[in-house]
C-alpha cells in the first residue's frame, strides 16, 4: 500500500506522495482540504490553537475512542484509519451550532476569537467521558488564550460538568449535547475502522523519491526497515517530540511510523508492571490508575499526581514513554519528568537491535548507543508497603510547561525502628550528568530519618553534592539548588509523624491546594437605552466558536501562491557580507530576496506619521542592529519550508563587534549617542514647590522587564498582485502605516495598494507598526515574483525579531513625613526602546506617573536609551502602565520604610479634584471583607512558617485622552439592513459590537440588522492606527454622528409618512434616490470629546509556598470605573483580560538573551503566559454602578487597558508574604531587592531562606 487513508469531518482522504512528507495535519487541513477553521500559532503543541477531535483505536486497549490532538505536531501520513473532526464538523452555520460553539459565544468567552475553535474542540473531546467540573477545569492545560483572561471560558467548560449546578447552565435553552449523528464518535468499543480490513496491517510505504516513509504493524517490520534503511531513518509515534526540540528531531530520509504496533502499546504483569515503550502517556496514567489499586503498585498513586502535569491532555494522548525517554537520551538535561520518576522506583528498560535484547538501568540506557535500536518495554519493579514515594515538578506556570526542578523520592523505612534501609534521591534540570544525590542516598541508609540530625547532616551533604550547572534559559543555578533542597525538605516533613516537627511547619508538607476557580460579574444597565448598555454577545461571537470568524490566513490558497519567511541576522552589529544562495537548489525553495530587491525606500517607517520618528529597515544589509534583525526573505511553495528553509540560509557578516551586545539600560546610559532625555513639557513633571516637613528620605530604584504580546494570530500578510497595483491583506492595527510603506518600499502610488483587514487574532499593540515590516517583506516578494504571497511569522521568528513593551528603570528620593505625604519627590523615568527611538512613549509615562497623586511636590523627568534589541513598541497601556507601576512602587516603599499600610500612604497623597479613588477604595474594601481577611491572614501567618500569605490593594487613575482620527461609513440598503465599515480595527476589543449597539439605538432598529464590514483602506483613508482604549469610542463617536446625518436626509421622508415603519421609511428614501450612505470622521479637534480619567481599584490576596517558591492567587476583588458602560458582559472581558495579562507579565514573562543579544528562550514552552489554572481563583468584577462619564461618548469610559494598570498589586501582595517569611528568617527589615518578574527565581532569591531553617525541631 502506498497510501494513507482517513477521513475529516466524514469525507474520506487519501494521503500518498504527492503531498510531501512533512506536511502536518494542520497544514493538510488548511492548505489541501481547504477547511481553515483550525489555527495555528506555535506550531510546537503548546498553545492549543490547532486542537482538532480523533476517533480512532487506541493501540493500547484496542478500543476506539475520542481524544483531542494537536494538529500541528501530528503528521498527516500518521493519520491512517482515523475519523477526524474539526471545527468545522462540530457545527456551522448551515447544520446549526454546537451546545459548545453556542455557550462559548453566550458566555464571552471570545474576544480575538484565534484560540476559539481550539477550546471548542478540546472540549468536545471530553464531553463524552461524563467528567465533573474540576476535572474538566484540569483538562485545558493545553490551550492558551491571551484575550479573555480565560475565567468566561472556564464558566463555559464548567457548565459541561456532571456536577454543574443548574445556574451554570440556565441560560442556555438547548442542553443536548452534539446533535448531529454523535452516537459512534463517543462510543467506545465501536467496530468501526475507516481502513478496509484488507488494507489493515499491511506496511504501508509512500515512496516520495530520496525519501519514504513506512507504517509499519509489528517489531519485526521494524527491524525488517531499519535492516535496508541504515543509519538515516527515525521513528514516529507521536512526533512530539518535534514541538520540543525540533532541531533534535528533524525528517532523515526514512521515516518509520511505528505508532500502531500493538506490541509496543500492551502492558502486563509478571511481578514487574511492564510497559510497553510505546504506551501514550495518557494511557499510562491509566493504567497507573488502576494498577495503584494494588499494595506492590501504590506509588503509582503519587505518579499519577506527577503525569497529569506532564505537558497535556492533547499531547500526553499521543505522545509515547519512549519518545520521552529519547528526548532525555539526546539532551542529557532535558528535565524528563518520565525518566525522573522511572528512576526513582529502579526501572529498567528493555532494548531490541539486530543482535537481540538487552536489558538496561536507565543511567545505562543513557549511555547507550541507540542507532538500529527499538525500545522494547519498561519494566517498573512493585513496592512493598515500607516504600515512600513521592514526587515533585517545580514549573513557571501550573499546566503544560517543563520543570526548573523536578525530583522524586523513594525511601524505604524499616517500619518497627524508622531507620532508612535504601534512599533513592532523584533529580532533574540539575545539570546534563546529574540523576542521583548518590552521596546523600548513602549518607541515609541505615539512618533514623525523623530526627535533626539526621536532617541536617542530609541537607549539609545535598548542598554541597549538588552543583547545578549555568544552563540559560534554565533559572539560576543558585535557586534550582534551592528549589532541590526545599523539595527535598518538603519531602521529608510529609512523611514526617505529625509530632517530629511544630505545627507551624506542617504547611510546609503539602504544596498549595487549588479549589475549583469561581467568578462574579456585577453590572448595571439603563433599559432606556438598550440596545446600549446592554450586555449583548458580540457579533462575532459565534462564527469565532464555530471556527468560520475569517482572519488573513483563512484566504483560500491558490496554486501559485507562495510563502515567506525571514532570514535573521545571527549576529549583534556589523554588515552582511555575503549570502550563499545554494538553498535555491533544494526542491520547493522559490527565490531569496534581500536589500538589493528593494525599488524603492528600505524602511517600514515614515517619519513624520504619529509615533514615527526614524525610518526602520525592512532588511538590514550594511548596519545590522541586533541579533535577529531580517536580513533577507526566504520564499517557498510551503510555509513549512519557508520556514525551515530560511533557518539554513548561511550568511556571511563583516565588521561584527567583539564587545557584547548593549542589552540593558545601565549599559545603555554609559553612552551619550544612546541616551535621549524627554525635553518635550508633557514629558516631565515640574514641581510647584517642595514640603517642609521631611522626616524620612527614602531612595529606590525600580526596574520591569519587556513583555512579548503574545497574540494568537501570528504576524501575517498575504499581498495578492492586483491589476497594476497589490491587493494586501494584513493582520495590522494600522492601515494607513502599511499603505504608505508598502507604496513607499515598491516604489509605486499609495492609490496603487487596497489594504485590507477582517479582524485580528489579537493586537496588544504588537501589530501597530511592527506588522508593516511584514506587510513590506511580503509586497516585496508579490511585486517581484508577481505572484501571491503569503508571509506569516514562525513563533521563533515573531517572538525574536518584533518588539516588545519597553522595559523601564525608574530611579528615586523622596522625603516623606510621619504620615507619608511627600514633601518631595525627584525621579527619573528612563523607557528602553531597542534599537529605535520609533515609538516614543514617554509623555504616557509621564501623564499617568501621577496616577491620582497630588502632584505639586512631584519632580519627575523621563529619558529613553537605545538598546541591542528589536524596537520596542507599543503594548497595552503603553508607558501608562509603567508610569503608574513606577509611582506605585515608591508609594509602597514609603509605607515599607515607615511601617504605614499602604492604602493609608496613597490616601495621605492624593489629589482632591477628579479623583474618584478614595471612594472606590472604601467601597471595595467593604464588598472584598477586606478587613476581616486581613485579620485572618495575620493569624494565617502567624500559624504558618511554610506558608504565608498577603492582601494588597492597588489603584489607578488612567488618563484618557482623544487622539487621532477615525472614519465610520454607514449604509443603509434598500430591505433596510445596515452595514458599517469604520477605521477601527475589531481586535477582540468588542469596536464592531458597540458600533452596532450605538447605530441600532441611534436609528431605533435591531442590531440583527446590521453588518460590521472589513476596513479598507479606500473608507478609512489617512486613518490613525487602532490602539489605545479610544478606539471603540472614537467609532461610536463616529458612528453617532453618521446616523445623525442619514437621520436629517431620512427627515422629510418620515414626516412626509407620517409613522412609517423602518422598512416603509427606507423604500421610500431609496424610490426618491435619497443618498443613504453617510461618512463621517471623528477627528481629535472635537470639541465634544474631551479628555477624561477613568479609575480602577483592586484588592488581591495570594498564598506563597516558601520552600518552592510557588505561589497562588487565591482571590482578586475589582472595582472598574466604566462609566455608564455600552456592553457590560464586552467591557468585563476586557479588564478581566487586561488583569490576567498584567498578573502574568508581573510574575511569570520574561526574556533572556546571552552576551550578543541573541534571545535563548524564543519558544513555546521557553516564554511561559498565563494559562487556566494560574489565573485568581476566585476572581470578582464589578462595573462601578451610577457612574455617567460627561466628557464620553453617550456616557461611557474607555476599559481596554485599563484593566492592566492595577496588576502590581501582585508584586507587593507576594512582597508582603516574602517580607512575612525573612522575619521569621532573621532578616532585618528591609525594602529588599524584589526582581522582575516576580517569579520563582525572583521569590527564592528574595526569601533567602537559610538551609539552617530546614528542620524538624529547632
Ligand atoms: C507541549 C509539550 C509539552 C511537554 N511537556 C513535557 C513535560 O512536562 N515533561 C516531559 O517530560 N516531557 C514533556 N514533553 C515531551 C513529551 O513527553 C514527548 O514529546 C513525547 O513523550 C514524545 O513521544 P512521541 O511518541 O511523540 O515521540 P516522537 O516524537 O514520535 O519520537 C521522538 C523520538 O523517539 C524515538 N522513538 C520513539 N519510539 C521509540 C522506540 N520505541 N525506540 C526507540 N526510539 C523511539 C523516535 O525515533 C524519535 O527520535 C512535552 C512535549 C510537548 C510537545
Ligand atoms: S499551533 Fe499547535 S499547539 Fe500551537
Ligand atoms: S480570544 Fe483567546 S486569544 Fe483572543
Same mark, same amino acid.
Given at each position: 500500500m502506498s497510501v494513507v487513508e482517513f477521513t475529516v469531518n466524514g469525507r474520506k482522504c487519501r494521503v500518498d506522495n504527492r503531498i510531501p512528507r512533512y506536511t502536518t495535519l494542520n497544514a493538510y487541513l488548511r492548505y489541501h482540504l481547504s477547511l481553515p477553521g483550525t489555527k495555528a500559532m506555535c506550531h510546537q503543541g503548546v498553545c492549543g490553537a490547532c486542537i482538532v477531535m480523533v476517533f480512532g483505536r487506541r493501540p493500547t486497549t484496542g478500543t476506539y475512542e475520542t481524544f483531542s490532538v494537536n494538529s500541528c505536531l501530528v503528521l498527516a501520513v500518521s493519520c491512517h484509519g482515523w475519523e477526524i473532526t474539526t471545527i468545522e464538523g462540530v457545527g456551522n452555520r448551515l447544520e446549526g451550532y454546537s451546545e459548545v460553539q453556542k455557550r462559548m459565544a453566550a458566555n464571552s468567552a471570545t474576544q480575538c476569537g484565534y484560540c476559539t475553535p481550539g477550546f471548542v474542540m478540546q472540549l468536545h473531546s471530553l464531553l463524552h467521558k461524563n467528567l465533573t467540573m474540576a476535572e474538566l477545569e484540569n483538562s485545558f492545560g493545553s490551550n492558551t488564550c491571551r484575550c479573555t483572561g480565560f475565567r468566561p471560558i472556564l464558566d463555559t467548560i464548567k457548565s459541561f460538568g456532571s456536577d454543574a449546578p443548574k445556574n451554570l447552565i440556565d441560560d442556555i435553552e438547548d442542553l443536548k449535547i452534539c446533535k448531529k449523528n454523535c452516537e459512534r464518535k463517543c462510543s467506545v468499543n465501536s467496530e468501526w475502522s475507516v481502513v478496509s480490513e484488507e488494507a489493515a496491517n499491511q506496511i504501508i510505504k509512500i515512496d516520495y523519491g530520496h525519501d519514504k516513509y513506512y507504517k509499519v504493524w509489528t517489531v519485526d517490520d521494524i527491524f525488517k526497515v531499519i535492516k535496508k534503511a541504515g543509519d538515516i531513518y527515525r521513528f514516529v509515534d507521536g512526533n512530539t517530540a518535534k514541538g520540543v526540540l525540533p532541531e533534535l528531531f528533524d525528517y532523515p530520509p526514512i521515516l518509520i511510523d511505528i505508532s500502531e504496533v500493538s506490541a509496543l502499546k500492551q502492558y502486563s504483569i509478571d511481578q514487574n508492571l511492564i510497559l510497553g515503550a510505546n504506551i501514550s502517556i495518557e494511557d499510562c496514567l491509566d493504567i497507573f490508575k488502576n494498577e495503584s489499586k494494588t499494595d506492590e503498585f501504590a506509588y503509582l498513586d503519587d505518579f499519577v499526581k506527577h503525569l497529569d502535569v506532564v505537558a497535556h491532555i492533547s499531547v500526553r494522548k499521543i505522545g509515547s514513554l519512549a519518545g520521552n525517554f529519547i528526548i532525555k537520551h539526546l539532551k542529557r538535561e532535558y528535565q524528563s519528568d518520565i525518566f525522573l520518576l522511572f528512576e526513582c522506583v529502579g526501572a529498567v528498560v528493555t532494548i531490541r537491535s539486530g543482535s537481540g535484547e538487552l536489558t538496561l538501568t536507565l543511567p545505562e540506557f543513557l549511555d547507550h548507543n541507540m542507532n538500529g535500536c527499538l525500545i522494547i518495554n519498561f519494566k517498573l519493579p512493585p513496592l512493598g508497603p515500607t516504600h515512600v514515594v513521592r514526587s515533585y515538578k517545580i514549573s513557571p506556570r501550573k499546566q503544560n510547561a517543563l520543570a526548573i526542578v523536578n525530583a522524586a523520592f523513594n525511601f524505604n523505612i524499616n517500619r518497627d525502628t524508622n531507620r532508612i534501609e535504601e534512599a533513592k534521591i532523584v533529580y532533574g534540570n540539575i545539570s546534563p550528568n546529574f540523576i542521583h544525590a548518590a552521596d546523600t542516598e548513602r549518607y541515609l541508609q541505615g539512618r533514623y530519618m525523623f530526627c535533626n540530625d539526621t536532617l541536617q547532616t542530609a541537607i549539609h551533604i545535598l548542598d554541597h553534592e549538588l552543583? =547545578? +550547572?549555568?544552563? =540559560?534559559? +534554565? =533559572?539560576s543555578p543558585e535557586v534550582r539548588k534551592k528549589l532541590a533542597i526545599g523539595l527535598f525538605y518538603k519531602f521529608i516533613l510529609s512523611i514526617s509523624p505529625a509530632d517530629a516537627y511544630p505545627y507551624k511547619y506542617a504547611s510546609g508538607a503539602t504544596e498549595i491546594f487549588r479549589p475549583l476557580s469561581s467568578g462574579k460579574q456585577l453590572y448595571t444597565t439603563d433599559p432606556s437605552m438598550y440596545p446600549v448598555t446592554e450586555p449583548l454577545q458580540k457579533l462575532e461571537a459565534l462564527i469565532q466558536s464555530s471556527g468560520e470568524a475569517n482572519y488573513v490566513n483563512d484566504l483560500p490558497i491558490r496554486m501559485n501562491d507562495v510563502f515567506a519567511a525571514f532570514v535573521l541576522s545571527t549576529v549583534h552589529g556589523g554588515a552582511v557580507d555575503k549570502i550563499n544562495y545554494n538553498i535555491l537548489e533544494e526542491p520547493g525553495v522559490v527565490a531569496i530576496f534581500t536589500v538589493k530587491d528593494i525599488p524603492g525606500v528600505n524602511s517600514f517607517g515614515f517619519p513624520g506619521i504619529p509615533l514615527q520618528t526614524e525610518e526602520e529597515e525592512i532588511l538590514a544589509y550594511d548596519k545590522i542592529k541586533f541579533c535577529g534583525q531580517p536580513v533577507a526573505i526566504l520564499v517557498a511553495e510551503t510555509e513549512y519550508l519557508a520556514a525551515k528553509m530560511a533557518e539554513k540560509v548561511q550568511v556571511t557578516y563583516k565588521n561584527v563587534p567583539k564587545t557584547p551586545a548593549v542589552i540593558t539600560i545601565d549599559e545603555a546610559k554609559k553612552k551619550k549617542w544612546r541616551y535621549k532625555a524627554g525635553t518635550n513639557p508633557d514629558e516631565k513633571i515640574v514641581p510647584k514647590g517642595k514640603g517642609e516637613n521631611v522626616t524620612k528620605v527614602i531612595k529606590g530604584k525600580y526596574e520591569t522587564g519587556a513583555q512579548y504580546h503574545y497574540y494568537m494570530e501570528p504576524q501575517t500578510t498575504i499581498v495578492i498582485p492586483v491589476d497594476k497595483g497589490l491587493e494586501v491583506h494584513s493582520a495590522t492595527q494600522w492601515i494607513d502605516l502599511t499603505q504608505i510603506c508598502v507604496a513607499r518600499c515598491l516604489g509605486i502610488n499609495e492609490s496603487d495598494v487596497v489594504v485590507k483587514v477582517r !479582524? %485580528? &487574532? &489579537? &493586537?496588544? &499593540?504588537?501589530? %501597530? #507598526? !511592527?506588522s508593516v515590516q511584514v506587510a513590506a517583506a511580503c509586497a516585496i516578494v508579490a511585486r517581484n515574483l508577481n505572484r501571491t504571497c503569503r508571509f506569516i511569522l514562525p513563533f521563533e521568528t515573531n517572538i525574536t525579531m518584533i518588539g516588545k513593551r519597553p522595559p523601564i528603570q525608574c530611579t528615586y528620593e523622596v522625603g516623606v513625613n510621619d504620615i507619608g505625604k511627600i514633601q518631595y519627590l525627584n525621579a527619573k523615568l528612563i523607557e528602553d526602546y531597542g534599537c529605535s527611538q520609533n515609538e516614543n512613549i514617554l509623555s504616557y509615562a509621564a501623564g499617568s506617573f501621577p496616577n491620582c497623586y497630588n502632584t505639586d511636590y512631584f519632580n519627575l523627568e523621563t529619558a529613553s536609551v537605545v538598546t541591542d534589541l528589536p524596537s520596542n513598541t507599543f503594548a497595552r497601556g503603553p508607558g501608562t502602565f509603567e508610569g503608574i507601576a513606577a509611582i506605585e512602587n515608591i508609594m509602597e516603599h514609603i509605607a515599607f520604610e515607615l511601617g504605614l499600610d499602604a492604602t493609608d500612604v496613597r490616601l495621605a497623597n492624593m489629589k482632591t479634584d477628579d479623583n474618584e479613588i478614595p471612594e472606590m477604595i472604601k467601597t471595595l474594601k467593604k464588598e472584598a471583607d477586606y478587613d476581616k481577611r486581613c485579620a485572618e491572614i495575620i493569624q494565617f501567618n502567624a500559624d504558618n512558617c511554610w506558608k504565608k500569605k498577603a492582601i494588597k490593594i492597588s489603584v489607578m487613575l488612567f488618563p484618557v485622552i482623544y487622539y487621532g482620527n477615525y472614519s465610520v461609513l454607514v449604509s443603509i440598503y434598500r430591505d433596510g439592513t445596515v452595514t458599517i465599515t469604520t477605521g477601527g480595527i475589531e481586535m477582540g476589543q468588542g469596536v464592531n459590537t458597540k458600533a452596532a449597539q450605538v447605530c441600532a439605538y441611534k436609528l431605533g432598529i #435591531?442590531? #440583527?440588522l446590521i453588518t460590521l464590514l472589513p476596513n479598507f483602506s479606500f473608507t478609512c483613508t489617512n486613518n490613525v492606527f487602532s490602539g489605545s482604549s479610544i478606539v471603540s469610542e472614537c467609532v461610536m463617536f463616529g458612528v453617532q454622528e453618521a446616523c445623525d446625518i442619514l437621520l436629517d436626509r431620512l427627515h422629510p421622508v418620515q414626516v412626509e409618512l407620517g409613522k412609517p415603519t423602518w422598512n416603509e421609511l427606507i423604500k421610500a428614501a431609496t424610490d426618491k434616490q435619497i443618498d443613504l450612505v453617510a461618512e463621517y470622521m471623528m477627528n481629535d479637534k472635537e470639541p465634544r470629546l474631551k479628555a477624561y480619567s477613568a479609575f480602577g481599584v483592586a484588592i488581591c490576596e495570594t498564598t506563597l509556598d516558601v520552600l518552592t517558591g510557588r505561589f497562588q492567587i487565591d482571590r482578586v476583588d475589582i472595582l472598574e470605573d466604566a462609566g455608564v458602560s455600552t456592553n457590560p458582559i464586552v467591557d468585563i472581558g476586557q479588564v478581566e483580560g487586561a488583569f490576567i495579562q498584567g498578573l502574568s507579565y508581573h510574575t511569570l514573562e520574561e526574556f533572556i538573551y546571552n552576551s550578543i543579544g541573541k534571545l535563548l528562550n524564543n519558544r513555546a514552552l521557553g516564554y511561559d503566559v498565563f494559562l487556566a489554572k494560574d489565573i485568581p481563583v476566585d476572581f470578582r468584577v464589578r462595573l462601578r454602578f451610577n457612574s455617567k462619564n460627561k466628557n464620553g461618548v453617550l456616557g461611557s469610559k474607555t476599559v481596554g487597558e485599563m484593566g492592566i494598570c492595577t496588576t502590581y498589586g501582585i508584586a507587593y501582595a507576594l512582597r508582603a508574604c516574602i517580607h512575612e517569611s525573612r522575619k521569621e528568617s532573621g532578616h532585618k527589615p528591609e525594602w529588599f531587592t524584589l526582581g522582575f518578574p516576580t517569579n520563582i527565581e525572583a521569590i527564592l532569591k528574595a526569601l533567602d531562606v537559610p538551609l539552617s531553617n530546614f528542620v524538624l525541631q529547632k
Open positions: 552543583n =547545578p +550547572q549555568i544552563m =540559560p534559559p +534554565q =533559572p !479582524r %485580528l &487574532g &489579537g &493586537g496588544f &499593540g504588537g501589530k %501597530l #507598526s !511592527r #435591531s442590531v #440583527s
